[in-house]
Nanobody, 121 residues
Framework: QVQLVESGGGLVQPGGSLRLSCAAS????????MAWYRQAPGKQRELVAR???????NYAKSVTGRFTASRDNAKNTVYLQMNSLKPEDTAVYFC???????????????WGQGTQVTVSS
């Protein structure tokens, strides 16, 4: 019905770059906020970046200046460009979106399956 699929994760060296993508598909009529979260082993899930439907963004302090979130509304896709990666960025990254389906009057959260990002020498 509605699904979010992340891609682009992998292994990268410190200081390197990686771009994540998340595409929404299914029977929906509107998406408001889209966001990236991450969770490292033994850590709480953390909001990394959020993008509104108009393209406004906000970031976690730990990634500000290094990560850039953007979206393509025509493709129902959100991106996360990650530069100057550090070992502490290692985590599973999850896509989140607030979506209204055809028969629903309100929005609800949907989550992707997650993609692993490992930053190591």
């Amino acid at each position: 019905q509605v699904q979010l699929v992340e891609s682009g994760g992998g292994l990268v060296q410190p200081g390197g770059s990686l771009r994540l993508s998340c595409a929404a598909s299914g029977d929906f009529i509107d998406i408001t906020n889209m966001a990236w979260y991450r969770q490292a082993p033994g850590k709480q899930r953390e909001l990394v970046a959020r993008v509104t439907s108009g393209g406004s963004t906000n970031y976690a302090k730990s990634v500000t200046g290094r990560f850039t979130a953007s979206r393509d509304n025509a493709k129902n896709t959100v991106y996360l460009q990650m530069n100057s990666l550090k070992p502490e960025d290692t985590a599973v990254y999850f896509c989140n979106a607030e979506i209204k389906r055809y028969y629903s009057l309100g929005y609800r959260d949907y989550w992707g399956q997650g993609t692993q990002v490992t930053v190591s020498s």
